[in-house]
């Protein structure tokens, strides 16, 4: 579904089109992605020698908080710029280059898709109402309660660290 045969195609730049949704995921065995809404674009560009794709993706995927865990939309926007050369045997081990085999006449973009959808998301993923103060989340009524209690009076100090202030004065000389 997600293979270009490129073979075919005259050398000038070509648009494809692709719809993610939730089972593109279930491929991958990627559960952090619980359903998704995701337009791809790819700019291919075939040249005599190479191929060059630019896959944009943009779209929405369903994502659990990393504080709450509560389930909620996740906006992405991501691209990858990929060159294709051909030679003797397959090889993928560049970020930006991938080698095809020289009779080689289609290319799966699949794995190319997933990168940019994973890397997209956020290292952190954060419901956008504990951003804002509007989720009612017995978890962050928790983590309120477990947050550890401001300093009163920035002059009051622990009498103990009183005492090891006192063996810096306290020296002699």
């Known amino acids: 579904m997600y293979v270009i045969p490129f073979r075919g195609l005259k050398e000038k730049k070509h648009q494809f089109g692709y719809e993610i949704s939730n089972s593109f995921f279930e491929v991958y065995q990627y559960d952090e992605i ?6 791809i674009q790819v ?3 075939k040249k005599s020698t190479l191929l060059e794709l630019n896959i944009i993706a943009k779209g929405n995927v369903k994502v ?3 504080t ?3 389930l909620y939309f996740q906006t992405i926007k991501g691209d990858l710029n990929l060159v294709v050369k ?7 081990e560049s970020e930006d280059v991938l080698i095809l085999p020289h009779e080689a006449y289609e290319i799966d973009i699949a794995p190319f898709i997933y990168e940019v959808i994973v890397l997209a998301l956020p290292s952190k993923k954060v ?3 504990v951003l804002d103060g509007t989720l009612k989340s017995d978890i962050l009524d928790k ?3 477990l947050q550890p209690k401001e300093i009163q009076n920035n002059n009051s100090i622990d009498p ?3 005492k090891l202030k006192g063996l810096l004065t306290d020296k002699k000389v």
């Open 34 to 39: 619980l359903d998704a809404d995701v337009q």
């Open 64 to 66: 659990a908080c990393d």
């Open 86 to 92: 051909f030679g003797e045997t397959f090889n993928n």
């Open 160 to 162: 103990r660290w009183e």
């Open 68 to 70: 709450t865990n509560e």
């Open 143 to 145: 983590l309120k309660e």
């Open 43 to 45: 700019e291919f560009v």
């Open 127 to 129: 419901h956008p109402g």
